[in-house]
């Protein structure tokens, strides 16, 4: 299993932004694709962007295109959610999580390994 910390939530307004990491260590890094993932109360957890090993292909769920930049350092063991123009229903737990098939991750909602997440919440 990946150790995954994830960190950098908090509270903001509307419209405002935020910068998520996901560190990944204890791992060849650069062998998975990495995603995140979100989980709002009550609600089942979502697929939000992955992002390939080599960082050149990227996937978003549609409502955060244009809102939410993914990346990641290979060298670093990070990945990053950039997160722009923020809408209260983007108020989640958010969690990373790594695949060896980029195709695959934004599927794994269902996944057993997870880390403790990072809570985001956008005030109206």
């Known amino acids: 299993q990946v150790q995954l910390v994830e960190s950098g939530g908090g509270l903001v307004q509307a419209g405002g932004s935020l910068r998520l990491s996901c560190a990944a260590p204890?791992?060849?890094?650069?062998?998975?694709?990495m995603a995140w993932f979100r989980q709002a109360p009550g609600k089942e957890r979502e697929f939000v962007a992955a992002?390939?090993?080599?960082?050149?292909?990227?996937l978003y769920t549609d409502p955060v295109k244009g809102r939410f930049t993914i990346s990641r350092d290979n060298a670093e063991k990070m990945v990053f959610l950039q997160m722009n123009s923020l809408k209260p229903e983007d108020t989640a737990t958010y969690y990373c999580n790594a695949h060896p098939s980029y195709s695959a991750i934004s599927t794994m909602t269902t996944a057993a390994f997870w880390g403790q997440g990072t809570q985001v919440t956008v005030s109206s």
């Open positions: 992002i390939s090993r080599s960082g050149i292909s990227t």
């Open positions: 204890g791992r060849t890094f650069s062998t998975d694709a």
